[in-house]
């Protein structure tokens, strides 16, 4: 009777943890909630939470394990709904997943604001060079038919060159941005952050590079000068590069260090184009250096009248066009 009696109370007893484990389980639900974040950009959808949707869940998940593991039965719930250029996002979760998914879409939003400035900016900075190159056009004292023709096509070039280089740095930036969005997920450790800086060193390098894919046509009234002047002789496209080269955006600054050819009197420049990165500036000349300091891509001196730079890695210059001309009195 007794062996009954201790049977029935641990019957009892399982029963009774049971209804409280179900009770709490009950009363834990109720803390689940749905909210609606209306209005989400939907490049901010397509391109970083759509992609990331499965990483989003799993973070959120993991969350309620810290939290309260008894929640984990409950797992949290994404669902997006688009609307034209807008996307509702449908958030199912207790309010913790409410809390750390406002942080995470606020992380997010702050990305994309700088790479859009970044954009912005690149796009300022080149329609400065157009406007700057259609004033030196202007400056040019010549009606002939020759002249306007060549300014045309060279003026649409010119502009269908920057549309290229924009949508290339834009496409490069957007790789870069998107390194970023897994660890605005997960949340920011001190390991992340710590990815930062060479991310930024590394676009402003490209940043460089994007800059230095167009002429300097701060001289372009001058060399434009040269030309009606003299005569280019011929125009070829080479390859290669040296070490410790030396490089300027004045041509006739090159011009005097070329030397005329005992047959024929001509003279060579070279236009390259220079990948400078981070250039170390020196206002001062200085025989011993021999690199570039440490941090900095290549040397950019400032002492002269016409700046030059100066690069020592091979593959940093690449020649562009080889100009092989003569100077002739008239």
């Known amino acids: 009777m007794g062996k009954v009696q201790n049977e029935r109370k641990k019957l009892e007893e399982e029963v009774k943890q049971f209804k409280d484990k179900q009770n709490k389980l009950k009363q834990i639900k109720t803390g689940i909630h749905t909210v609606n974040y209306e209005k989400i950009s939907s490049q901010l959808v397509d391109n970083y939470l759509l992609p990331n949707h499965n990483l989003l869940l799993y973070y959120l998940k993991n969350l309620s394990t810290k939290m309260n593991p008894q929640s984990t039965n409950y797992p949290p719930q994404i669902i997006f709904e688009k609307n034209q250029t807008m996307y509702t996002i449908a958030v199912t979760g207790f309010q913790y997943h409410h809390d750390q998914f406002k942080i995470i879409l606020q992380r997010i939003q702050s990305v994309n604001n700088s790479m859009q400035s970044a954009k912005d900016?690149?796009?300022?900075?080149?329609?400065?060079?157009?406007?700057?190159?259609?004033?030196?056009?202007?400056?040019?004292?010549?009606?002939?038919?020759?002249?306007?023709?060549?300014?045309?096509?060279?003026?649409?070039?010119?502009?269908?060159?920057?549309?290229?280089?924009?949508?290339?740095?834009?496409?490069?930036?957007?790789?870069q941005i998107k390194t970023l969005i897994e660890q605005c997920i997960s949340s920011y450790q001190l390991k992340h952050l710590e990815l930062i800086p060479p991310l930024l060193q590394r676009i402003i390098i490209y940043y460089c590079c994007f800059t230095l894919q167009l002429p300097l046509f701060e001289s372009t009234k001058d060399l434009i000068d040269k030309i009606e002047k003299n005569t280019i002789i011929t125009i070829t496209t080479p390859t290669g590069s040296g070490h410790g080269a030396y490089f300027a955006d004045n041509p006739q600054k090159s011009h005097k260090y070329t030397k005329a050819d005992e047959n024929d009197q001509t003279r060579v420049i070279f236009y390259a184009k220079v990948l400078l990165g981070i250039p170390s500036v020196q206002n001062k000349d200085n025989s011993n250096l021999t690199s570039a300091s440490i941090g900095s891509h290549s040397v950019q001196g400032t002492g002269d009248d016409d700046e030059e730079y100066i690069v020592y890695r091979y593959g940093q210059a690449l020649h562009y066009l080889k100009i092989i001309y003569k100077i002739i009195d008239v």
Do not use: A, C, G
Not at 140 to 158: A, E, G, P
């Open 121 to 175: 900016y690149y796009q300022q900075h080149l329609n400065r060079i157009i406007r700057s190159l259609m004033i030196t056009f202007l400056q040019v004292q010549s009606k002939t038919r020759y002249w306007l023709l060549y300014k045309n096509i060279f003026s649409n070039n010119i502009k269908e060159k920057i549309k290229e280089y924009v949508s290339m740095f834009n496409i490069s930036i957007e790789e």
